[in-house]
């Protein structure tokens, strides 16, 4: 079963930021800068989780993870925005490491 996945990050560094950005593309859509939707399995969670940690300097940085739900159940009506926001991304079939 495939969870959804708000993924939001604070990296200091401008590199690491950027790393940490064009690894969570393979794993998700971008929301917002530095805020990720992502339809994971919970390998594919895994290997998210380790893929960034990997990059982040854990005494500087902060990735927060947040288990939405079944992407199947009310996790397609979880978010509200104010304001402009762009078309949320279609579901995706596969997610390409």
Do not use: W
Not at 22 to 35: A, E, I, M, N, T
Not at 42 to 64: G, P, Q, T, Y
Request: proline share 4%.
């Amino acid at each position: 079963m495939r969870h959804r996945y708000l993924v939001a990050y604070d990296v200091s560094d401008p590199r690491r930021l950027r790393l940490v950005h064009r690894k969570l593309l393979g794993f998700g859509d971008p929301l917002q800068y530095s805020v990720f939707q992502c339809d994971l399995s919970d390998v594919e969670k895994l290997r998210m989780v380790e893929a960034v940690s990997e990059i982040i300097n854990h005494r500087e940085d902060r990735v927060l993870i947040v288990d939405v739900g079944p992407t199947e159940g009310r996790a397609a009506l979880a978010y509200e925005f104010l304001g402009v926001r762009d078309q949320l991304p279609a579901e995706r079939a596969a997610v390409i490491i």
